[in-house]
């Protein structure tokens, strides 16, 4: 069975009519990262859901049938309901790979995975980005350049609040002399996620090849492997091994 | 300063009359607790709280003078207040440490800091619990043996759902063959996090000296080290680094 | 291109004759290994080489040649010349995959990748040997149960002195109460590692469906995915930001 | 019993005369450094030794006494003896602290204990190096400020080939857009590791404040704190569990 991803996008910017975000993605942040994984996974189903949708565009069967959701939200995070919030996450738990994109280090979603404050320094001057490979050997660094520059981008900076990282594998600079763990991955019960700093909505970010690159690893990677299954108290009984043991 | 802990239990299989418990706890599982931290650790001042006390005495204020919490809950955990759970959350982001035992693994607080299920296997049949260190240079395992048996325990097994362990200290083994990984730690913000999961009512686990010293030895770890900061959003300023380097 | 997978044993219980050994194995336990990884990894090329071919059949060509290795050696770890091994060490820190079997754990290789001891506690009785998944999302764990017992199997056991590993995937108990961390990975460079301690020679092992199943897991998750290329330094010259930033 | 530690310095540029290093290091950098130790750990006994010592001043004897070992060394690493390099493996695996400096990265005990080749990236010209926190939980962040900006130093850049860190608590940033993680720690056996990377020689990094501070938290955080032993074979019995029952 093929890849099936789900690209979620707020839409607020958007549908608010912002001249700077429609000028970059005249059909919303969704339609562009969409575009990227279509362009570099051609064998996965991509489809986009929006905050307007019905729920969100995330109800359960929907969920059931996503493996990877992507994740962009800004400045409707208060929206999402926390009905649909819990449905994700158990989601991730039993086993749905999640991309949280950018400005989504504060979306409900993420904060409750993590169980930090997801805070960080920022700044909006319009800076060069320098991306940096601290992991070459991972599945998700694979074919993108040891550095690349995105050329202008919102300065995010550490301290980042998030949990140790199960893998860094891309830190940022800014001309500033910012930095930020802009690249890293977490595990939450089955599920693996992926949270990736550039792409703000002020710049033209997702079309860049190398951050396409970035988020078609990064969906292939946070795929389930061995089924979809929510972790449940197992009352055991005693003597099992026994019975186990006579295979 | 010395160090500030406080020992929070339910209490409730107490008040409630429970003989076995009141025979191995005659004055609640807290005191015993607090008795084994006074004696292994004679410079600290070490208080108790429980569910039934105002704010589960949990306050701000008590909070804010506390350098570590110690946890002990098992059938109310749903009767503990989520304004008090937020409270204790922000509190550990903030710094403070945080001890979790036994049935903990389902307390509010430890299931929204770490964000996955806490889901586990278990049996009671009063099996031998085998606790190995596997990391010996730990600080938590400072005159810990190499391993030692608990003679009876309520059985917790693996899949045990937690993220990916900061550190693996303890692995305990019983006698039907399973396993748990029974001494973990993680970091939330500038908070320390360990659980520790010998500790069931039935049997009188916290009187065992080897348990006693894990606990002295736990409370030690987690406590602050570098004051208390919620970690928070930073705007930072264009040219910082060029007064900055006036020094 | 398929994944090209090289089975490396020292193959020195079988040529001396060894009748348990050879009862089991009759071809070698390296021709076992390949069976198994033939059979799930269809696609893949796999073979064989030991310690008595020509530079244990490890040249630098074969090496360049070879996505993945998996080491068995026990009894002639010495016999392994320096020049093969400091040829396999770069070759793994420039992203061959590695995968280390059983009494493995003393082979040259592995003690210098991970630069610890690598000592254990071990006692051979014939022991059930009871594996558990602790990390059921990993792609080693796909199609692996929760649980599964090895009928007969040396005992190896905790404290194991390697370094914090990566991910720990499987945890293994013994009759004896004995707990080894039985599956765990390293990243050396671009290069991973994954170590299996299941396999000694004195019982059937490798015709086991579930361990074959955990060693084609394992093969197809350390191959490398981002090319071949030793880590060196890199003399960076001033001024390379803004030549990049004119992309 | 109070902290015993042994600043060591390859001391070759000072004993050539170079005029830029005894500039700002007249005594040595050792001496350098064992001031600043003294200075903020009041209580520890500091002292220093040097490559032209008899056994490089790292006798077994003198390992032995030892709970920390800081290493100095960039011109002269291929000059220091295969056999005192065993040595202080041995004496890190058995518990013994070592705290790693700046061209340390490519001495030999580090390499050794590590596993990876070391390499990085570098440019020498003179850079500000700004120091991020990025654990400030950790002990050796304790009174780091969340950064602080070293005025000039050798640039130090990624991709630095190590194992994943058990910690990383400090990231550096320079003017050319580099990023470094500066602060890292590592677990070998019973033995901890800090590799603190400011401190190139033409620079009087080791005077400033901030630096003093880092290697004292440093120095601190590795000492052992559960004795001293090299982690062993251990030949098991059948019935142990029965007998340790017994108490």
Redesign the interface.
């Known amino acids: 069975m093929s890849l099936r991803i789900l690209v979620w996008n707020e839409n607020v910017h958007e549908t608010r009519g912002d001249a700077t975000v429609l000028g970059h993605y005249p059909h919303g942040i969704h339609t562009a990262i969409a575009d990227g994984l279509r362009e570099l996974l051609p064998d996965a189903r991509v489809e986009t859901a929006t905050l307007a949708d019905p729920e969100h565009g995330l109800s359960q069967e929907r969920l059931d049938d996503t493996d990877v959701l992507l994740w962009w939200g800004h400045i409707a995070h208060d929206e999402v309901s926390d009905e649909v919030v819990d449905r994700v996450?158990r989601s991730v738990?039993a086993?749905m790979g999640l991309v949280v994109l950018h400005s989504g280090h504060f979306a409900k979603p993420f904060i409750?995975?993590?169980?930090?404050?997801c805070?960080?320094?920022?700044?909006n001057?319009g800076d060069?980005e320098?991306v940096?490979?601290?992991?070459?050997?991972?599945?998700i660094?694979?074919?993108v350049p040891?550095?690349f520059?995105i050329?202008a981008q919102e300065?995010y900076?550490?301290?980042?609040?998030i949990?140790?990282p199960?893998?860094?594998i891309f830190?940022?600079?800014f001309?500033?002399?910012?930095?930020f763990?802009s690249g890293v991955t977490?595990?939450?019960?089955?599920?693996?996620i992926f949270y990736f700093s550039p792409g703000d909505q002020e710049y033209p970010v997702y079309h860049q090849p190398e951050v396409r690159r970035v988020l078609a690893n990064g969906a292939r990677w946070v795929a389930?492997?061995?089924g979809r299954?929510?972790?449940?108290?197992?009352?055991?009984?005693?003597?099992?091994?026994e019975e186990?043991?006579g295979?």
């Open positions: 996450q738990q086993g409750r995975l993590l169980g930090t404050t805070s960080l320094g920022w700044r001057d060069q320098r940096w490979t601290v992991d070459p050997g991972h599945p660094a694979a074919d040891p550095r520059t050329p300065v900076s550490e301290y980042f609040d949990p140790k199960d893998d860094v830190l940022s600079t001309a500033g002399g910012e930095v763990r977490f595990t939450r019960g089955r599920g693996r389930p492997v061995n299954a929510l972790p449940e108290v197992v009352a055991l009984q005693r003597g099992w091994l186990d043991a295979r």
